[in-house]
């Protein structure tokens, strides 16, 4: 899967320069010792202008975590879950809410419709207002168990959580309301790590990592729908308003079962273009439904190929283009990932085009970034693409900790 960040709504207002909100009623303070985040105070600074690129060094809380942006304002949430809010126009720190405890995974979610930054940290969910850069509220797990996955759409909040260590049983998933953290409704589902939250058109779906996708109603939490009995589901691929099942990426053998698109109304399965023989490990699926799946050999995942589908019209659109399969994105109907590590053009962003593929040509052709330190390998850079029309990419390195905004290709 790519990563563990969520970015989904619309646009932003323009960050306002305003002072941190206190935390809602109900919701406990977030702790302000055993962070070593970055060191500023948690007014918000006002930011103009447009988009820009820069680099700006991230502190090692920050590298251990993950990164998110909207159309406006980059977020980073720290291993020990703060959340540290940076300037688009430069990359400055502009906020932070601290954090508490380290975890040994770093939830993030962006969710810019509902003006929220959430972190999801050794069973701590902390929340930020965006418009302001104040904590918004928190929510504490008993010990024990930890967040493993977070989604949102309409003003809701979706935070799985699970037994810390995962035992394969006892996972719950919560609806929480954006706004102020109150709890809306929990369930016990069904889940097997690494499987994605999906939320749109008042439903929130689930996987089991074997057979079953389950919708829920996102009002009540009430089931309205799951998988047909046959429809085998190891793993679930989503993006936009779409669901597709595909063999799991951890599994080994000679053969995998079928991709399979799923009606989201009745989790039927509908026409879908027919697969390779090979292992699907990954996949990213624009809004209008053009799935990029990277397909690798049965016993060895470091050697395979992107592979274009498109779900709407039942074809297979191109194939063969090479590259890591751990950053991937879809932005501006193109396919955005990096160069191979073993070609000459190595250490570049590159972007193809959803239709054409890596042979396009003109205003299709594909296009590269120049070689930079942080979209080297050995950095294992991350992507991070901003919400809304901004023109730009984010790449974040992991190694020597750096966050470098540049044009999109």
Not at 254 to 282: C, E, G, H, S, Y
Not at 334 to 339: D, Q, Y
Request: net charge positive.
């Amino acid at each position: 899967m790519i990563g563990r960040t969520a970015v989904v709504g619309a646009a932003l207002l323009v960050l306002a320069g305003c002072s941190g909100s206190t935390p809602s009623k109900g919701s406990s303070a977030a702790p302000h010792s055993g962070d070593s985040g970055p060191t500023v105070a948690t007014r918000s600074m006002s930011v103009s202008g447009p988009w820009r690129a820069w680099t700006a060094s991230l502190t090692r809380p920050e590298a251990h975590g993950s990164c998110g942006a909207t159309a406006h304002q980059v977020v980073c949430a720290t291993d020990t879950g703060a959340l540290v809010g940076r300037s688009r126009a430069d990359g400055r720190v502009t906020w932070t809410v601290p954090g508490g405890a380290r975890g040994k995974s770093a939830e993030l979610l962006v969710d810019a419709a509902d003006a929220r930054a959430v972190s999801g940290v050794a069973g701590v969910l902390r929340a930020a207002d965006l418009r302001t850069g104040g904590q918004a509220w928190t929510r504490r797990l008993p010990t024990g168990r930890a967040y493993v996955a977070l989604g949102a759409a309409d003003g809701i909040l979706y935070a799985l959580h699970a037994p810390d260590p995962f035992i394969r049983t006892g996972a719950v998933l919560d609806a929480v309301r954006a706004s102020d953290g109150t709890l809306l409704w929990h369930r016990a589902v069904a889940w097997s790590p690494g499987e994605p939250l999906a939320a749109f058109g008042g439903r929130v779906y689930t996987a089991d990592g074997t057979t079953r996708v389950t919708a829920r109603d996102s009002r009540t939490g009430d089931t309205v729908a799951t998988g047909p009995a046959g429809v085998e589901c190891p793993h679930l691929v989503t993006g936009g308003h779409y669901l597709l099942c595909t063999g799991s990426p951890f599994s080994a053998g000679d053969t995998f079962p079928p991709m399979r698109r799923l009606d989201p109304a009745t989790l039927r399965p509908l026409p879908t273009p027919r697969n390779t023989i090979n292992k699907p490990v990954q996949g990213v699926i624009s809004d209008d439904g053009v799935l990029v799946l990277y397909e690798a050999g049965a016993e060895d995942t470091s050697a395979g190929d992107w592979f274009a589908y498109d779900l709407e019209h039942d074809r297979r659109l191109w194939s063969t283009y090479a590259t890591r399969t751990d950053a991937a994105a879809v932005v501006g109907g193109r396919f955005v990932t990096f160069t191979p590590v073993n070609d000459p053009t190595r250490g570049r962003v590159i972007t193809i085009d959803l239709l054409a593929g890596p042979r396009g040509t003109g205003s299709a052709a594909p296009r590269m970034s120049p070689a930079y330190a942080q979209t080297r390998d050995g950095e294992h850079p991350v992507l991070v693409v901003p919400g809304g029309d901004t023109g730009h990419v984010l790449v974040m390195a992991r190694t020597h900790g750096s966050l470098r905004s540049l044009p999109l290709p």
